[in-house]
């Protein structure tokens, strides 16, 4: 196992998947765990979309409580928006066809203008078809389910679920989930936990919902949540997500389940070799290829290497690794660093607003970008050949429909040839900017490329002279 571990993190790493944290475990016990710094083991990290399992178990806590049922209508928890006018389709929809992903929608209703409150967006937009028939990725779906959850405990979600089921895990203390613009726990998207923590409820869901001889959860429902309730062949992941869906939670090949979230969260579990699998990171650099891509890449390296290798004996060995880095490949230095250090750049009219700049670098591989822009006069620091924490001088970049989790940001860069500087920022949970700047005499060409759907107002290219 451990020449597969070797193998499958030195693969990830050639592959530029920047990774925060990978854990494998086997037969139970944790067998390797590796952490890009500054993230280690207490170092509570978005969860993305894995928060969609979170959702579909705090449902099954209430179900075995019998304070809700699979077969429930949605509309009967929201009486303020059961209107004579409602669509039939919406109002026949039930908890199952949500957790399901048989929403009635083809799309996610919220944050397409229709209105306001997200959940209300779920009932003023026109259905296509009858709940309960085709598998379609909603995330309205688990924000509504979240949202019954709190309606029915009177608490936050992650509250609810923590003497029920978190605390008898051992999750970290202080987990929770960020809010939509209308106050509702961002279930499909925002859970904020620890990998050791995820790596507890994959275990849970690998062993039937029981831990340590306690069952906290219902069999039969956890059995369910991991299996191949409806088909995806149409709408999944390619390929990985074309094997069918339960509740909430992803079914794979050889009777495997994922909890699936962009940018590089994952919780992976094959019950029939105890090999579980959990990471976070942010490839959201990752030559802008695709998320679904991603995941399909990522998961073709866990069949060529742990998967085979999960069928040796366990072992006690616990092993603590570290994770580099995945920055622009390039120098720490170049000639031309002495030349354009703190000459000022008169910028051309641009689409961010930038009217000057300057470039600084230290002797200890440290660079600093000066430049003033609608707000005022702003400072980026940057590592050369490494990454360091910053302070972003803007507003936080954030992802338009998600609100008030404190991202950690850190940016790295090198001289990709003698006159290219290229350098990342990553703003961990929201987004992802690079910044292109081509040095040429007594000019300077800048590109600034956001991650789609974050920080538009750094995005566009730019052309200064010397002053």
């Known amino acids: 196992m451990k020449t597969a571990i070797d193998a499958f993190l030195h693969d990830l790493h050639e592959s530029r998947f920047n990774m925060h944290s990978v854990l ?88 397409h203008g229709i209105a306001a409150n997200w959940l209300e967006s779920w009932f ?35 509250d609810y679920m923590y003497p029920n089921l978190l605390t008898p895990l051992g999750f970290s203390d202080g987990c929770y989930c960020g809010e939509t613009p209308d106050g509702d726990s961002f279930a499909g998207s925002a859970v904020m936990c620890t990998p050791r923590d995820l790596s507890k409820l994959v275990l849970l869901v690998m062993n039937d919902g029981n831990w340590n001889g306690h069952q906290l959860i219902s069999k039969d429902f956890v059995q369910q949540m991991r299996s191949d309730l409806v088909d995806t062949n149409l709408m999944g992941i390619p390929v990985e997500g074309m094997f069918g869906y339960g509740y909430f939670t992803w079914h794979l090949r050889h ?37 679904d891509i991603l995941l399909s890449q990522f998961m073709d390296r866990v069949y060529r290497h742990l998967y085979p290798a999960a069928s040796c004996p366990a072992t006690d060995d616990a092993r603590q690794l570290t994770l580099p880095h995945i920055l622009p490949p390039g120098d720490a230095t170049s000639p031309m660093a002495e030349q354009i250090t703190n000459h000022v750049y008169k910028l051309h009219p641009n689409k961010p607003g930038w ?46 429909n998600f609100v008030e989790v404190p991202p950690d940001t850190y940016a790295g860069g090198a001289w990709v040839n003698e006159r290219t500087l290229v350098i990342n920022i990553y703003e961990v949970a929201v987004g992802f900017l690079q910044l292109q700047a081509v040095f040429d005499k007594n000019n300077v060409t800048i590109l600034l490329k956001p991650q789609d759907g974050y920080r538009k107002d750094y995005g566009g290219y730019m052309y200064g002279e010397f002053l």
């Open 24 to 111: 494998i475990l086997h037969h139970g016990k944790l067998v390797a765990e590796a952490y890009q710094e500054p993230y280690d083991k207490d170092r509570k990290h978005r969860m993305f979309s894995v928060s969609k399992s979170f959702t579909a178990l705090a449902a099954g806590l209430l179900i075995d409580e019998g304070k809700l049922s699979l077969t429930d209508k949605v509309v009967d928890f929201f009486p303020e928006y059961n209107t004579q006018t409602l669509h039939p389709w919406l109002k026949a929809a039930t908890i199952y066809d949500m957790l399901t992903m048989q929403d009635p929608h083809d799309h996610t209703t919220h944050g």
């Open 124 to 158: 003023l937009t026109p259905p296509d078809h009858p709940a309960g028939t085709v598998f379609q990725y909603n995330t309205t779906s688990t924000n509504l389910v979240a949202a019954i959850v709190e309606r029915i405990t009177g608490m936050k979600m992650i």
């Open 255 to 291: 009777g495997g389940f994922g909890f699936f979230g962009i940018q590089g969260q994952f919780g992976i579990g094959f019950p029939d070799k105890g090999l579980a699998i959990v990471a976070t990171g942010n490839t959201s650099d990752n030559y802008n290829v695709e998320n």
């Open 355 to 400: 009217q000057q700049v300057k470039f600084g670098f230290t002797q200890n591989n440290v660079g600093q970008i000066h430049y003033t822009n609608r707000r005022g006069n702003k400072i980026i620091s940057f590592g050369l050949g490494h990454a360091i924490p910053l302070l972003f001088p803007d507003q936080p970049m954030r992802h338009p």
